[in-house]
């Protein structure tokens, strides 16, 4: 086995900037999809594209396991010298991306239906999303194989191609929003085909940018593959992410739809400020993946010592990014907020919840933080575990302070749910470290 390199901050920087960059772009995209939309001035199709988008995404990011569990495991493989074991992890992450597709394709009709029976919005903006997510759905074989692809690439510390992917699928995601609503003028149709196109040429993209690993055997060596050890941690510490990833987009689903009890503008003034909680997500995300690689590396090299290295290098970098965020919410929050939409009636209900989305990066570091040490770790059981704690605990905020203060305890709410994840996960992190040093 190879010496390990070691951990600097040159390294976590070259590392998380790529990731940074690439996941900067989705919100970016959240943004110009509620911003086109919003330019026909009304808040039915800004609330439509928000149930629309959410819900499908809801249903992907079940699946978003791939990623995590891919780049864990992959790192870990990398970091003990076997190269066919990242072959085939490559593999097995595709066959299940591209089969969860297909079946959601085939279960469509029932899919989009409880979308919207969950979601008790008003007749205009059922109808409009009913019409987004029948579009949008035929790619989610492209969407959930994306994951596969990145958390490879991810694991291997390959995160400029990550970055080209993400730039590629959500800049053409962009032009075509602009042609197709703008020029085109169809509206929410036009939002949905333009992310459908971008979808399957960025999986498509991500195929070709691992043809190094495609053009060897070893990723068709199927007994290695289907290696019934292998899999059964594939299957363990992805099932584990699953339910995490449940319980996770319930707190979020509930949020939308609880907010849609509201009226249409409360419903669309959320949509809008949702889309600074995934800024800050997916900036936040840059060096949380980066620690899912230079954890899972050093758990592969089976060093404590680097994993603490590791756990406190990429967290130093994470604080910056919340601070930062922080402060362009407080000065620039307003004017983002029109950006995003001409509707007086959602500028004026977003600019009164504005104050949580400031607070948001703050409360949150901690969780965004060690859900990448932890997924690094391959601790899927113990994210399990304290994410269902967390999610009680925002049940219960919920059931006590929406009937109090209305949209305000449900903001509250979400708020606490961060706080939550982050003392619970910070709380196992001391077992961490003993099983690397086992």
Same mark, same amino acid.
């Given at each position: 086995?190879?010496?390990?390199?070691?951990?600097?901050? %040159?390294?976590?920087?070259?590392?998380?900037?790529?990731?940074?960059?690439?996941?900067?772009?989705?919100?970016?995209?959240?943004?110009?999809?509620?911003?086109?939309?919003?330019?026909?001035?009304?808040?039915?199709?800004?609330?439509?594209?928000?149930?629309?988008?959410?819900?499908?995404?809801?249903?992907?990011?079940?699946?978003?396991?791939?990623?995590?569990?891919?780049?864990?495991?992959?790192?870990?493989?990398? /970091?003990?010298?076997?190269?066919?074991?990242?072959?085939?992890?490559?593999?097995?992450?595709?066959?299940?991306?591209? /089969?969860?597709?297909?079946?959601?394709?085939?279960?469509?009709?029932?899919?989009?239906?409880?979308?919207?029976?969950?979601?008790?919005?008003?007749?205009?903006?059922?109808?409009?999303?009913?019409?987004?997510?029948?579009?949008?759905?035929?790619?989610?074989?492209?969407?959930?194989?994306?994951?596969?692809?990145? /958390?490879?690439?991810?694991?291997?510390?390959?995160?400029?191609?990550?970055?080209?992917?993400?730039?590629?699928?959500?800049?053409?995601?962009?032009?075509?929003?602009?042609?197709?609503?703008?020029?085109?003028?169809?509206?929410?149709?036009?939002?949905?085909?333009?992310?459908?196109?971008?979808?399957?040429?960025?999986?498509?993209?991500?195929?070709?940018?691992?043809?190094?690993?495609?053009?060897?055997?070893?990723? %068709?060596?199927?007994?290695?593959?289907?290696?019934?050890?292998?899999?059964?941690?594939?299957?363990?510490?992805?099932?584990?992410?699953?339910?995490?990833?449940?319980?996770?987009?319930?707190?979020?689903?509930?949020?939308?739809?609880? /907010?849609?009890?509201?009226?249409?503008?409360?419903?669309? !003034?959320?949509?809008?400020?949702?889309?600074?909680?995934?800024?800050?997500?997916?900036?936040?995300?840059?060096?949380?993946?980066? !620690?899912?690689?230079?954890?899972?590396?050093?758990?592969?090299?089976?060093?404590?010592?680097?994993?603490?290295?590791?756990?406190?290098?990429?967290?130093?970098?994470?604080?910056?990014?919340?601070?930062?965020?922080?402060?362009?919410?407080?000065?620039?929050?307003?004017?983002?907020?029109?950006?995003?939409?001409? !509707?007086?009636?959602?500028?004026?209900?977003?600019?009164?919840?504005?104050?949580?989305?400031?607070?948001?990066?703050?409360?949150?570091?901690?969780?965004?933080?060690?859900?990448?040490?932890?997924?690094?770790?391959?601790?899927?059981?113990?994210?399990?575990?304290?994410?269902?704690?967390?999610?009680?605990?925002?049940?219960?905020?919920?059931?006590?302070?929406?009937?109090?203060?209305?949209?305000?305890?449900?903001?509250?709410?979400?708020?606490?749910?961060?706080?939550?994840?982050?003392?619970?996960?910070?709380? %196992?992190?001391?077992?961490?470290?003993?099983?690397?040093?086992?």
């Amino acid at each position: 086995m190879s010496t390990p390199l070691p951990l600097t901050h %040159k390294r976590v920087l070259t590392v998380a900037l790529p990731v940074v960059l690439s996941n900067a772009t989705v919100p970016i995209l959240g943004a110009v999809d509620t911003g086109v939309v919003g330019q026909m001035g009304l808040a039915a199709p800004i609330g439509a594209v928000g149930i629309g988008a959410i819900a499908l995404t809801a249903i992907y990011w079940i699946f978003g396991f791939l990623r995590m569990g891919t780049a864990g495991l992959t790192a870990q493989a990398s /970091g003990a010298g076997r190269s066919g074991e990242v072959s085939a992890l490559l593999s097995r992450g595709m066959i299940i991306g591209l /089969g969860a597709g297909l079946v959601i394709m085939a279960l469509q009709v029932p899919l989009v239906w409880l979308a919207l029976q969950t979601a008790p919005a008003s007749s205009e903006v059922e109808s409009l999303a009913q019409t987004y997510m029948s579009i949008r759905i035929y790619g989610a074989p492209a969407a959930i194989g994306i994951y596969a692809v990145t /958390g490879w690439l991810i694991g291997l510390e390959r995160t400029r191609a990550v970055l080209l992917i993400q730039l590629w699928m959500n800049g053409l995601n962009i032009v075509l929003d602009l042609w197709f609503v703008l020029g085109l003028g169809w509206g929410v149709e036009g939002v949905a085909i333009a992310t459908l196109i971008a979808e399957w040429s960025g999986l498509a993209l991500g195929l070709w940018l691992c043809r190094d690993a495609l053009n060897t055997p070893a990723w %068709k060596d199927w007994p290695r593959v289907f290696e019934r050890a292998q899999m059964i941690l594939f299957a363990r510490v992805n099932r584990d992410i699953l339910l995490r990833s449940v319980m996770l987009q319930g707190i979020f689903l509930s949020f939308v739809f609880l /907010g849609a009890r509201f009226s249409d503008v409360t419903l669309a !003034a959320n949509h809008v400020l949702l889309q600074f909680l995934e800024i800050t997500a997916y900036s936040m995300d840059g060096f949380a993946i980066a !620690a899912e690689t230079l954890v899972g590396q050093s758990m592969g090299a089976r060093s404590a010592a680097r994993v603490r290295r590791a756990a406190l290098m990429t967290s130093f970098w994470g604080l910056i990014t919340v601070l930062f965020t922080a402060g362009i919410f407080a000065l620039f929050g307003p004017a983002i907020i029109d950006l995003m939409t001409t !509707a007086p009636d959602v500028r004026a209900e977003a600019r009164v919840y504005l104050p949580y989305m400031i607070a948001a990066p703050l409360v949150g570091c901690a969780a965004w933080m060690l859900d990448g040490i932890f997924i690094g770790a391959t601790r899927s059981a113990d994210m399990r575990n304290m994410m269902f704690v967390s999610a009680l605990i925002y049940i219960a905020a919920v059931v006590v302070l929406m009937p109090l203060i209305g949209n305000h305890g449900l903001w509250v709410a979400l708020l606490i749910s961060f706080i939550a994840r982050g003392i619970t996960l910070g709380w %196992k992190y001391p077992a961490l470290e003993r099983a690397a040093a086992a």
